[in-house]
C-alpha cells in the first residue's frame, strides 16, 4: 500500500512535454493511463506526426507544438517556449511533466513564464553526454547541469530510469526528490515467452533505431568475428535510421552489412512479439547514454537471454551470467567471444531466458510503473 496521502485530485490539469509524438507512444503510455486513472485532465504537447490516436486512446488530449529535437538553435528553443508558455497558461496546468533534455530545457523554461512551480523533469537517458567521456561531454555535462537545476523550483521532481543518471545533474539517487521507474514499463500479459526456435544456429536479433550510438556496427563485426571463428551465429537487425538523430546510420551502409553472410536487415517492424519468436537472444551493445532500454524489457518479457554492455540502463536490467552477458562498450571481440560462448551452450540460453523474464516481473513492469507515477503525481499535486 502507498504511504504518499491521497489527495481528490479529479479533474487537476497535467500537461506533458516531449518532442515527438512517436516518443511518447513507444516509451509513455503508462504515464498517460496513470494519469487518467488518477482521474486528471491530461494533454500532451508534442510535435504530432503519425501517434495522435494512440496517445488520444488513453484518454489524453494532443497539442501539437512545432520543436525539432536536434536542432541546438537558441532562438529556435526560445520560440519554442514562448508558444508553450501561452498554451501551458491557456490550459491552466497545475503539473507539467517535461520528458528528456529537450522536453526539460523547453518545458522548464515555459513553466517558469507562465508561473507553475509543480514540474517533473523526466531525464530518459544521458544520450551522447553518457556515451562520451572527453572534455567535450564533462564540459557538457557541466553546462546541462546548470541549466536543467536552475529551471527548478521546489516543487520540482525528478525522474530518471537507472541510478547512474541522477549523479549527471548532481542529484542523490536516494533522494525523495529523485524516483526511478522500471524504464516504460512492459505488459507481461501482451509479450509473453514462447518456445525457443530450433538451434544450431544461435539467432541473435537487434531491435533499436539503426544508430551508431547503438552499436549496431560492433554487432556487425561481433557476428563476423564468430562465425570466422567456426561459430554458427547469424544476426538480424530490426530498426530504421532516426532522421533527427545525427548518430543514423546511412542506408547505405546497413544495405552493405545484409548483402555478407549471416548478417540481415530488416527495417522497423511493428511485432516485436514476432520477432522474439524466431530468435534466442536479444543483443544491444550501447556504447552508453541509455535510461532502460525498451528492447531489452521487451526481450527479457518474451523470455529471451540478453547480450548487451555494461553501461548505466543497460546494467540496470542484466546481471551478468544471470538474465545475459554484459560486455565492454565498443569490444567486438568480447562480443563474439560471448556470442561463440552462447552457441555452445543451449541449454545456459533457456536458462538465461527464464531468468530475464522473472527479471522483467520483479518491478519492470507496466503496472509496476503506473501504480509509482500514480504515488508521485498525489504527492506533488497534495504539496
Not at 553526454?129 to 523550483?153: C, N, W
Not at 518479457?301 to 551470467?321: E, H, N
Request: one cysteine or more; hydrophobic letters at 45%; glycine letters at 8%.
Amino acid at each position: 500500500m502507498s504511504s504518499f496521502p491521497k489527495p481528490d485530485v479529479q479533474g487537476r490539469k497535467l500537461v506533458f512535454v516531449i518532442t515527438e509524438d512517436w516518443f511518447f507512444a513507444s516509451h509513455f503510455l503508462p504515464m498517460a493511463r496513470a494519469a487518467r486513472e488518477l482521474g486528471l485532465d491530461v494533454a500532451v504537447v508534442t510535435r504530432v506526426r503519425s501517434h495522435r490516436d494512440v496517445i488520444e486512446a488513453t484518454g489524453a488530449r494532443v497539442i501539437p507544438l512545432e520543436a525539432e529535437r536536434r536542432s541546438l538553435n537558441p532562438m529556435a528553443a526560445g520560440y519554442a517556449a514562448g508558444q508553450l508558455a501561452a498554451i501551458l497558461k491557456s490550459e491552466k496546468a497545475d503539473l507539467v511533466h517535461c520528458i528528456a533534455l529537450k522536453g526539460i530545457l523547453v518545458g522548464g523554461f515555459a513553466a517558469a513564464m507562465a508561473g507553475i512551480p509543480r514540474r517533473v523533469y523526466a531525464l530518459t537517458g544521458s544520450g551522447f553526454l553518457g556515451a562520451r567521456k572527453d572534455m567535450i561531454a564533462r564540459l557538457s555535462q557541466r553546462a546541462v547541469r546548470l541549466l536543467v537545476r536552475g529551471l527548478e523550483t521546489n516543487k520540482t521532481r525528478y525522474v530518471f530510469e537507472n541510478t547512474d543518471d541522477p549523479k549527471l545533474l548532481g542529484l542523490d539517487p536516494a533522494s525523495d526528490r529523485v524516483t526511478i521507474l522500471g524504464g516504460a514499463g512492459i505488459d507481461p500479459d501482451v509479450l509473453r515467452p514462447t518456445p525457443l526456435p530450433p538451434q544450431p544456429p544461435l539467432k541473435v536479433a537487434v531491435v533499436a533505431r539503426m544508430l551508431w550510438s547503438k552499436g549496431i556496427d560492433v554487432a556487425v563485426d561481433a557476428v563476423r568475428a564468430a562465425r570466422a571463428q567456426g561459430a554458427a551465429v547469424e544476426l538480424s537487425l530490426y530498426g530504421a535510421p532516426d532522421p533527427s538523430n545525427p548518430k543514423a546510420i546511412p542506408v547505405d551502409t546497413l544495405k552493405t552489412w545484409s548483402a555478407g553472410p549471416g548478417i540481415s536487415w530488416y527495417g522497423a517492424t511493428r511485432d516485436v512479439a514476432a520477432v522474439w519468436r524466431e530468435h534466442h537472444v536479444a543483443c544491444l551493445p550501447s556504447r552508453g547514454g541509455e535510461g532502460l532500454p525498451r528492447t531489452l524489457l521487451e526481450a527479457a518479457a518474451c523470455g529471451r537471454a540478453i547480450v548487451t554492455t555494461d553501461v548505466p540502463g543497460c546494467r540496470t536490467l542484466v546481471r551478468d551470467g544471470v538474465e545475459g552477458l554484459l560486455v565492454s562498450p565498443g569490444d567486438a571481440a568480447g562480443l563474439a567471444e560471448a556470442l561463440v560462448t552462447l552457441s555452445r551452450e543451449p541449454d545456459r540460453v533457456a536458462l538465461m531466458g527464464e531468468a530475464a523474464r522473472a527479471r522483467v516481473l520483479d518491478g519492470f513492469t507496466e503496472r509496476d510503473v503506473i501504480d509509482t507515477v500514480k504515488d508521485l503525481y498525489r504527492a506533488m499535486l497534495a504539496s
